[in-house]
């Protein structure tokens, strides 16, 4: 028998596991949510991956010119394309989220998703090809907080509304 210290916490742990949208097994990993994924938070996943993939390679590409390159300062170059990784992994580790249907991941998705939407912005009012680039990150952006703000999306995440 369990000592009396840890009754309450037995009972916590119970608690969140029966109000969890995805169950605990006795060895404490998560099994897949019950229930086919919605159509909205694959999207939301698919176009999140793209985002990361993208900034990555850019990352990859900034590493390549500061290599090879004639970059002003290699060091910045270097510099820039760390950034760019770091960037690249949120939305990354927010679709991988996503795609196992976590609560938390709808958090970093919706920052990574406001944050693009400053950028797309700079990017149509600076004029040439990079405003093709700007509505590019724009519609996506809002595809994805649209796509996960839908009711469907946050009760497939466990998402519900806040009881009084």
Request: no cysteine; hydrophobic share 55%.
């Amino acid at each position: 028998m369990a000592p009396a210290s840890q009754a309450p916490a037995d009972r916590s742990r119970a608690a969140d596991e029966r109000t969890s949208p995805s169950r605990a097994t006795a060895d404490g990993a998560a099994d897949e949510p019950a229930g086919p994924r919605p159509a909205r938070l694959t999207g939301a996943a698919v176009i999140a991956v793209v985002e990361g993939a993208l900034l990555a390679a850019y990352g990859v590409y900034l590493v390549v010119m500061g290599l090879v390159g004639d970059p002003d300062s290699p060091q910045q170059t270097e510099i820039l394309a760390v950034v760019f990784f770091v960037l690249a992994a949120l939305p990354l580790v927010a679709a991988r989220g996503l795609w196992l249907r976590r609560s938390w991941s709808r958090g970093p998705a919706m920052i990574t998703q406001i944050m693009a939407l400053p950028v797309a912005w700079t990017l149509i009012n600076s004029g040439g090809l990079l405003i093709a680039g700007g509505i590019g990150i724009a519609i996506a952006a809002i595809t994805v907080l649209v796509l996960l703000v839908n009711p469907t999306a946050t009760e497939a995440l466990g998402i519900g509304p806040r009881d009084a």
